[in-house]
């Protein structure tokens, strides 16, 4: 199957910094890549739908200035969580979108980010 | 109120034993997905339905689709402690529209 990186894996960082988390496909363009946030022992939540070329498209009560989202590549979308606070302390995981065929579409996750605001 | 509904939420059984997750829903999705997550991990694909009735398998594991696009079920067959993890559905309503995950079915597979 196809192949998606995030980088960090983990990061800690201190309340009021901005942290950045990159998602690129490896094997595969992506015009399309999600951003996702997981709490402990839950379902994934959809933050954003990340499209490459132009602006994001954020679901209901996600902040567009807080989570800032560039898709400048086939390959590469990111993710910068700015002037993180302890409460922004999650799992964030990327997926990227693939064509293949007869199955249509189909989304392949990155291993995830662990962030963790002090 | 979830637009997938996963059940159960958990499910703790012994190796050997066999165990069903469903996903169910009043909307008709035109593809559907299922995961397996691990903690710390991000979800790995394991199959993708597309047609109504469709039923595939993976070694151990059976996945079906329902006739009328709504349901789908996840078997597996003589579970393996390797198989404990998160299990999750995801549908598209539409080609090319985002994914909507059902809340995952925890399954604990004791050796």
């Known amino acids: 199957g196809a192949v998606v990186s995030q980088h960090p894996s983990r990061v800690i960082c201190k309340s009021g910094t901005s942290v950045k988390i990159e998602c690129r496909s490896l094997d595969f363009q992506a015009t399309t890549m999600f951003w996702y946030r997981q709490f402990p022992k839950q379902s994934l939540m959809l933050m954003a739908t990340s499209n490459e070329g132009s602006k994001a498209t954020y679901e209901q009560g996600v902040e567009k200035d807080k989570f800032l989202i560039n898709h400048a590549s086939l390959t590469l979308s990111t993710l910068t969580v700015t002037s993180a606070h302890p409460e922004d302390s999650s799992f964030y995981i990327c997926?990227?979108?693939?064509?293949?065929?007869?199955?249509?579409?189909?989304?392949?996750f990155g291993p995830g980010t662990r962030l963790l605001v002090l | 109120t979830q637009l997938l509904e996963q059940s159960p939420q958990f499910l703790s059984i012994q190796e050997g034993e066999n165990l069903t997750v469903y996903c169910n829903s009043s909307s008709v999705f035109s593809s559907l997905q299922w995961y397996r997550q691990e903690p710390g991990e991000g979800p790995v694909l394991l199959v993708t339905?597309?047609?109504?009735?469709e039923v595939k398998k993976l070694k151990r594991l059976t996945f079906q689709f329902g006739d009328a696009r709504k349901d789908s079920s996840l078997h597996i067959t003589a579970a393996q402690p390797g198989d404990t993890g998160l299990y999750l559905c995801?549908?598209?309503?539409?080609?090319?529209?985002?994914?909507?995950f059902g809340g995952g079915t925890r399954v604990l597979v004791k050796p």
């Open positions: 997926s990227a979108r693939a064509w293949g065929g007869s199955q249509g579409e189909t989304q392949y």
């Open positions: 995801a549908g598209a309503r539409a080609a090319g529209n985002k994914l909507t």
């Open positions: 339905v597309v047609t109504g009735g």
